[in-house]
């Protein structure tokens, strides 16, 4: 079907069209359409479109003064316009651009903010004549997503990253149709989230009083982002990757020289985690909670007089002492009705033992994937090294290479809900995020998004070049793709299009 697709679009240009992600399918003309600055959509009505259509009118004539258009209104058609944002929420689109006008249609707000985001991206400004303008109509395209969880990792623990910063990050997805934040929120160098129930963990566990949030600033982010259809999964990393939590409460600790994994012998450590995630339950709205659960050492365990004869009182090995505790801390999810994600070393460690519900995050290469898909497990896909943002040396060709259903069969990849880019935060604060997180992650979002046929590098380069560029123009600091290195500075003077 695609290759019709192409087909068609070939009679007017040789190329795909610069949008970003390429749509599933398209149809387009050789006519030019000039679009009036007053654009309005109309139809459908619902608070968070209303929202909406203000950001994407913004967004669609940052030039004022510009001529007149016939393109007046763009009619919108949304079955529901007031969807819950959850796992698999629908996000398909139709978007019809023509010289008699513009039409969306969509069975959630979701899938019409992403139509009127390929709108702005085919909308662009002429200078010459002083309009806007949208090249090669009449454009037919129909379009939904690959896979349904599309991510990025953000790290507020190694560096903080302010709320300001955190919300701008959030707003660049939206260019891309990512659709899902996973935020790292604490780990052993900080404990930046304000429990309500705990409040010790911040105030003692945070970097200073400046790098913390209150549980108002988790609620006004996930409310920022869910505006967006943008999900928000927390990340609360048990038992290891736990040291910032001993500043506030050392009884949960195995001792004060050998901080983690936390203290699987006394039932304080369950009751402060129950406390802890149902505040992150409180102040979050998704039905997925990850518990980490990645690079657990026992020695320290094993170094403590007290757990070691706890262990022995129960007839454990430090291992099995592990997989209580995730059994434990996967309970305290189900109870609490939400849905556990964890690494990797879970499935490593423990196999079909996990909760049926428990959803395996790949980061380690190997077969992983098809192990869990085969036994029934559902599995998000962010294989390292190349889908991990921080390594710094893969350019943006080498992660376009990833496919999160390699080696798959289709009842297996149909378990893959989806995958993301890992944005560990060792190397980066807000000064250099930006730079680091794009253009690389358009990659990773074009194999999330596009068909899985949309494979050749050659075919995208012009367009993430356009599409960095863009991003540019909208105030986002995206590197240059040709960049040997991800966030290195530009060679020298030159067009934004040749760097």
């Known amino acids: 079907m695609r290759s019709l697709m192409l087909l068609a679009a070939a009679v007017g240009c040789a190329a795909d069209p610069n949008i970003w992600p390429l749509p599933r399918q398209y149809t387009n003309g050789t006519v030019t359409v000039t679009v009036d600055p007053g654009l309005s959509f109309t139809g459908t009505q619902s608070a968070d479109l209303t929202m909406a259509y203000g950001r994407y009118k913004e967004q669609l004539f940052p030039h004022t003064g510009a001529q007149a258009g016939s393109l007046k209104s763009c009619q919108v058609t949304v079955a529901d316009g007031s969807a819950k944002l959850v796992l698999g929420a629908d996000e398909s689109y139709t978007l019809d651009v023509s010289a008699t006008g513009c039409k969306i249609t969509a069975k959630t707000q979701f899938g019409a903010y992403h139509a009127m985001e390929t709108l702005s991206q085919l909308v662009v400004f002429n200078f010459d004549s002083d309009a806007y303008v949208v090249k090669d109509t009449p454009w037919s395209i129909t379009d939904s997503p690959r896979f349904e969880h599309r991510e990025v990792l953000l790290d507020t623990s190694r560096h903080f990253q302010p709320i300001a910063s955190l919300k701008n990050i959030i707003t660049s997805f939206t260019y891309a149709k990512i659709n899902t934040v996973h935020w790292h929120i604490v780990d052993e160098q900080s404990f930046p989230y304000g429990s309500p129930t705990y409040p010790k963990l911040a105030k003692m566990g945070a970097y200073s009083n400046f790098e913390r ?59 402060l985690i129950k406390g802890l995630f149902k505040d992150v339950q409180d102040a979050t709205i998704d039905g997925i909670f990850h518990i980490g659960g990645d690079e657990v050492n026992t020695g320290c365990w094993t170094k403590s007089s007290s757990i070691s004869a706890w262990l022995q009182q129960h007839n454990m090995t430090a291992d099995q002492g592990y997989e209580y505790f995730v059994g434990r801390v996967t309970d305290i999810v189900l109870d609490l009705g939400m849905i556990p994600t964890a690494w990797d070393e879970l499935w490593t460690h423990f196999g079909t033992k996990l909760d049926k519900k428990t959803i395996i995050h790949q980061w380690h290469n190997g077969t992983i994937a098809k192990e869990a898909t085969a036994a029934g497990y559902r599995v998000v896909w962010s294989s390292e090294p190349t889908w991990y943002l921080d390594h710094l040396q893969y350019t943006w060709q080498v992660l376009y290479q ?68 863009l991003l540019n123009r909208r105030g986002i600091g995206a590197a240059p793709p040709s960049n040997k290195e991800a966030r290195s500075a530009p060679p020298g003077p030159g067009s934004c299009f040749d760097q």
């Open 402 to 469: 990833g496919d999160p259903c390699v080696g798959l069969t289709d009842a297996e990849c149909s378990l893959v809900i989806g995958g993301g880019g890992e944005m560990w935060g060792e190397t980066v604060d807000s000064s250099d995020i930006q730079n680091t997180i794009w253009p690389k992650m358009a990659a990773i979002a074009e194999r999330l998004w596009s068909d899985k046929s949309v494979t050749s590098i050659d075919e995208a380069t012009p367009r993430i070049r356009y599409f960095r560029c």
């Open 213 to 271: 949030f209150t549980q108002q600033d988790v609620k006004d982010v996930v409310e920022y982002a869910r505006q967006r259809g943008v999900r928000v999964v927390v990340e609360i990393d048990t038992p290891g990757h736990a040291a910032s939590w001993c500043k506030g409460h050392p009884e949960i600790c195995p001792s004060p020289t050998c901080l983690m994994p936390l203290n699987p012998a006394t039932n304080a450590t369950f009751d």
